[in-house]
């Protein structure tokens, strides 16, 4: 066969380098034609070959052959047969290619809601379920075809709702700074969440929105501790209900600062305290201003030894006192106005059974289910809630927040103390306008 040997030699030469480079390609088409492909859905190259489908191991889709494509295979190699996966060497160029037009992966939304719950400090409690919460909504068909800022804004709001549910307090434009995604498309994804499994999340209180401002402004211990206590006597004047609530918590930690130092701060006005910590001061914020100071000297006035009658500087000389003696102050105007009452009914019906029945209320301690003050649209009497009256047909009790008035903030339902309270107010406003 061969004339000599040199020619023996360069024959087996050529036919070993020919079987290896055969073998080689054999072998690189073959993990080609099983691995390594592109994932159309999640864009990550993890499709294997299952009983003649290519199915994505990281999004669970089934593609099939003319959708998959072996651009940008930027792996490094294959890391272990039965695992199937595929070491990516550069991430970010990967991502980059898809440039928003294919959605990114389950891995990405649950890396997302770990990175961010450490930052928030949240429970490993609050994530695991946060992390199922994400897994579940990852395939729903509203989710699953969205790019990739949507997956990242579903990542957050399940955080998010997580949160919310264990009693954390902070709101969505915070959050959105935090997570770096737009309050627009982060408040699309709870109202998802919120379809989806029905949930309900619980509305933030002035006291709770009180305690995270303060916080942020770097507000003193010792006059936030005073805001609350007037915020809450302002909630039970009837001044949080319909109101914005920042209007009355900036109001209350402006006379707590102010009393706070007196000496210090007298010269300071409300325009300038709240400049100097980045808020707008309008007409409103001078308002909820006066109506508190109104509150408090009106409690403070049962206060024998409160010094300063001038509406002015009373408040601010005696706000330690007034909130200290506060329930006493309370419980002298019940007498005051129970008497009043009952002189009044004697007059018109005699000695009624109903000022019998405040007096028990009284002396058995149950200050809840009588309360001095009115709210500011009755000015005479506060109507029970299941008391039955008849709606006008010019009032439309079901109107929506917005066309209450300009003075109703984007989140004013969580502060309103109830549908049916909100309802018979507005009975009430009818009535007193059919009487004048």
Request: aromatic share 8%.
């Amino acid at each position: 066969m061969w004339r000599t040997p040199v020619q023996y030699i360069q024959a087996i030469k050529h036919t070993s380098v020919t079987r290896l480079f055969i073998g080689q390609s054999a072998t690189k088409r073959r993990m080609e034609s099983m691995i390594g492909g592109q994932c159309a859905m999640c864009g990550y190259n993890a499709l294997v070959k299952h009983d003649g489908y290519m199915v994505c191991e990281e999004c669970g889709t089934i593609s099939n052959e003319d959708m998959i494509t072996s651009e940008f295979q930027d792996y490094e190699g294959y890391q272990s047969a039965s695992q199937n996966k595929w070491i990516m060497n550069d991430k970010k160029k990967h991502l980059a290619h898809f440039d928003g037009k294919v959605p990114d992966g389950k891995r990405e939304g649950l890396s997302h809601i770990k990175i961010y719950s450490k930052l928030l400090t949240f429970s490993s409690d609050m994530v695991e379920r946060a992390e199922n919460m994400f897994s579940i909504l990852y395939k729903d068909e509203e989710v699953i075809h969205k790019v990739m800022e949507a997956k990242e804004a579903l990542s957050s709001a399940c955080l998010f709702v997580e949160g919310r549910k264990f009693g954390h307090v902070i709101s969505i434009k915070e959050f959105s700074k935090v997570t770096g995604v737009k309050v627009g498309l982060l408040v699309k994804a709870i109202n998802l969440i919120k379809r989806k499994f029905f949930i309900t999340l619980p509305k933030t209180t002035i006291s709770e929105m009180s305690v995270e401002i303060a916080f942020k402004n770097n507000i003193e211990p010792d006059v936030r501790r005073a805001a609350q206590e007037i915020i809450s006597l302002c909630d039970r004047a009837w001044l949080v209900t319909g109101r914005q609530p920042q209007k009355i918590i900036w109001a209350a930690f402006y006379i707590a600062v102010k009393s706070n130092s007196l000496d210090e701060n007298r010269k300071l006005t409300q325009t300038n305290f709240l400049k100097n910590h980045g808020q707008k001061f309008n007409v409103q914020d001078k308002e909820r201003l006066n109506e508190i100071l109104e509150i408090l000297k009106d409690i403070g006035d049962t206060i024998p030894w409160a010094s300063n009658k001038n509406k002015k500087d009373f408040v601010y000389h005696n706000l330690n006192d007034i909130l200290k003696y506060s329930k006493m102050a309370l419980m002298e105007k019940r007498m005051k106005f129970l008497r009043e009452m009952e002189n009044s009914q004697n007059i018109q019906n005699g000695d009624s059974d109903e000022s019998t029945c405040h007096k028990r209320k009284l002396q058995s301690g149950d200050e809840e289910n009588i309360d001095i003050f009115q709210p500011p649209i009755l000015k005479k009497v506060r109507l029970t809630v299941n008391e039955d009256r008849t709606i006008p047909p010019s009032i439309n009790v079901d109107c929506d927040i917005e066309d209450l008035g300009s003075d109703i903030d984007e989140e004013l339902d969580g502060y309103l103390r109830s549908p049916e309270e909100v309802k018979q107010m507005e009975i009430a406003r009818a009535l007193i306008i059919d009487k004048q």
